[in-house]
């Protein structure tokens, strides 16, 4: 339990700042602005902010068409979760 009271403020910080940035991007691609990478995204959600880029996903309507996040972002998720559970 000790390991998941250590990590879980950065898992809380990543999918906060992973759930912003969706938005940020979201509003970017509206006015056809200069976009966030998607690699950023990936990145961000193998980085423990997967849950907050499926939020972002659904609150904003972004990045939904895309096959790759619409199954991607749920199976990094699972394996964070089965990740967690193990370490707790």
């Known amino acids: 339990m000790n390991e998941l009271n250590t990590i879980l403020p950065y898992i809380i910080g990543v999918n906060i700042i992973t759930y912003t940035l969706m938005g940020v991007d979201k509003q970017k691609?509206?006015?056809?602005k200069y976009r966030i990478p998607e690699r950023t995204f990936w990145?961000?959600?193998i980085a423990g902010g997967a849950l907050?880029?499926?939020i972002g996903m659904k609150v904003y309507r972004h990045?939904?068409?895309h096959r790759?996040?619409?199954?991607g972002m749920p199976a990094i998720l699972f394996v964070h979760l089965i990740l967690l559970i193990f370490l707790s």
Do not use: E, I, W, Y
Request: no cysteine; glycine share 6%.
């Open 29 to 32: 691609a509206r006015k056809h």
């Open 63 to 65: 990045k939904t068409k």
């Open 52 to 54: 907050g880029a499926l």
């Open 43 to 45: 990145l961000l959600a």
């Open 68 to 71: 790759s996040f619409t199954v």
